[in-house]
Structure formats: structure tokens, C-alpha cells
């Protein structure tokens, strides 16, 4: 079997704690001969300013850059929130997102059936609720120059630029597209046009390139409607397409819809590589207590054998071993505060689904 090679950024907080219990997936997979994959750590974000003074090294994003995919626990720390920005720990991840050039954010927002009663929604409005979002990530104010702090008029003024180009919409409409041929054919684009010119540019192009694909249903929507349509009706959509900052803002909101942030993977993609990553941040306040959900890094593990190590019936299993262990009823404190297993027990009950399954 060929080697694949991955690296793990653990982060900061809550992270090292979620990936002991992919590493554990990791290391059932390699023993039983179902994967070869060989994985090495390196750091980012606040994990890698106390040892190197930098959010990423360089040496870290090569590695990461020659690795086959990257799985990547979370960043951030109270502790640096008050540096200057390319000291903060975010700026490790924006930094290795560009450096990957992972332009394809892949958000599913999907329901467990036996959590439909957790939502903050009423169970019929979210019941085989399945959406995708696919958000820009290289891109908009998260990156556009110029940028910074000035003077005006004798009083500090902070600013950013929103910005897209056609090429950089283009390229996400493609994978928009794509995903919704292997889905319903109906693409919801998110966009501030009756406001921002960045975002009529947005609609322009968007409309340009899907004239070519008059089977898909496409509909643009105003970011904030698309707020108030998501809690109000989830189920009306399918494929989001959206850029940087609203994706960023839209997909914590709809992860509510599913009962807790703490069970959606994501996804970011290129060209050439993939970067696994749960959508939920690094938790200070919950760190350390051994009562994290692990599922959103479990579940981004099987998007990593989705997208990128061509492993789908792993994927697939490690789905079915979640949703088992949910349905038998073991909940983390995230989903029920009084009667719950601690996060290396959840690890502890998916893997031992997996090895039923496997
Ligand atoms: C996310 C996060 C990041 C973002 C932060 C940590 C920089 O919120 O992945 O959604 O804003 O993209
Ligand atoms: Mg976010």
C-alpha cells in the first residue's frame, strides 16, 4: 500500500486534547492495514509562539506543503490576544490557508438524527437536514491590502479593504458547481450587492459563469436574509456559495442548527492538497477539563479520507461509527450537561464501533 504522509498541527487549548483522539483513529487504521500513513506534529498559533516567537514557522509550512494532507485541531489563546497581528495565533492559520493556497472551504452542516431534539430549532425545521457551504477562504477583507491603522483628523482609525477578483470568484463558482452536480443542482450565492461593489463583482462573476449552467438552480441572497433564512428555514437550501467573512460568520450560525459546534468538520482544499480542520475554535474556556467534543476532529479526519488520502469507505465508516455511538445515546458536555462521557471516552466508543465495523 502506498505511504501517505500527513502532518498534524494540534494548536492551541482544546486542540492537543481532540487530536489524541484522531491519533487514536490514525493508529487503528495503520495496524489493522487498512491505511499506511505515516503523521508528524508541528506547531502554530499560540503552541508555536511560545517555542518559536512566530505563529508558523517556516519550516512548518513546508512541511505541511509536502506533506499529502494536513489535519489541524485549532488556534487561538487568550494569552496572545493582544499581540500585533502577524503575532497573534490566527495569523498562523491565514497564513498556512494562503500558503496551501486552500481556496475551497467545505462546511457541511448536516443533523444526527438522534441529536434533531438538540438543535436550538425546532425539530421538523432541521430533521435530515444536509447543506453544504463552500466558502471562499484565500480571499476578501481577511486578505485584501490595504490594511492597517492611520491617523485621521488627529484620532486613530482602523481599516480594511474588501476586495475580490473575477479569477478568484471564478474558481469558487467551479467548485460550487461542482459540488451541486453531485448534489441537487441548486447553488444559494451570498453577497452584500445592493451595498458593496466587491460584491457585485461577486454576483457579476457568479452569474457569468453559471449562464453556462442553466440545469443549476441559482439563486443570490443577501447576507443578511441569508442569516435570518437559516435559522428561519434551513432546509429551503443546499449549496451556499459564499465569500470569506460572511462563510466565516454563516457557518458558526448554522452550526447551532445541528445541536453544537462541537460535531462539524471542515474542509480546505487546492489544487493539489487538503487541510482538515474541526469549524469550531480552540475553547480556553473548556480547555484542559477532558470535556471537549472530539467528534468535530473525528469527523474531520473522514473528510481527510474523503477529499484527499482516496480512502472513501473509510470516511464512510467512521460516519456510521459516530452516528452509532450518538444513537446509543453517549453525549459529550457540550450536548448534555448532566449525564456525559469525557473526551477520551467518546474516542474510546468510536473506536471501539470501528473495530466492530472494520
Ligand atoms: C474559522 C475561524 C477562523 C476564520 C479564525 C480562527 C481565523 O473562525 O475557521 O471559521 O475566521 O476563518
Ligand atoms: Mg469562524
Known sequence: MNKQSIVIFPGDEIGPEITTEAIKIIDFFNESKLTNISYDFADIGGAALDKYNTPITADALEKAKKSDAVLLASVGTPKYD?????????????????????????????????????SSLKPELINDL???????????????????????????????????????VKRITQFAIETANKRKKQITSVDKANVLECSQLWRQTVDRIMSQHQDINLQHIYVDNAAMQIIKNPKQFDVILTPNLFGDILSDA????????????????????????????????????????????????????????????????????????????????????????TTSEMGDKVLDKLKQLC
Do not use: C
Open 254 to 341: 448554522a452550526s447551532m442548527l445541528t445541536g453544537s459546534i462541537g460535531l462539524l468538520p471542515s474542509a480546505s482544499l487546492s489544487d493539489s492538497i487538503g487541510m482538515f480542520e474541526p469549524i469550531h475554535g480552540s475553547a480556553p474556556d473548556i480547555a484542559g477539563q477532558g470535556i471537549v467534543n472530539p467528534l468535530a476532529m473525528i469527523l474531520s479526519l473522514a473528510m481527510m479520507f474523503e477529499y484527499t488520502l482516496e480512502k472513501p469507505e473509510l470516511s464512510k465508516i467512521i460516519k456510521q461509527a459516530v452516528n452509532d455511538v450518538l444513537n446509543e445515546g453517549y453525549f459529550t458536555k457540550d450536548l448534555s450537561s448532566n449525564d456525559f462521557v
Open 130 to 168: 444536509d447543506i453544504v457551504i463552500i466558502r471562499e477562504l484565500i480571499g476578501d477583507v481577511y486578505f485584501g491590502e490595504p490594511r492597517g491603522f492611520k491617523d485621521v483628523g488627529g484620532e486613530r482609525v482602523g481599516y480594511n479593504t474588501m476586495l475580490y477578483s473575477e479569477s478568484e
Open 82 to 118: 493582544n499581540n500585533v497581528r502577524d503575532q497573534k495565533p490566527e495569523y498562523g492559520l491565514l497564513t498556512l490557508r494562503k500558503y496551501l493556497n486552500l481556496f475551497i472551504n467545505i462546511r457541511p452542516i448536516f443533523v444526527f438524527n438522534s441529536l434533531s431534539s438538540y
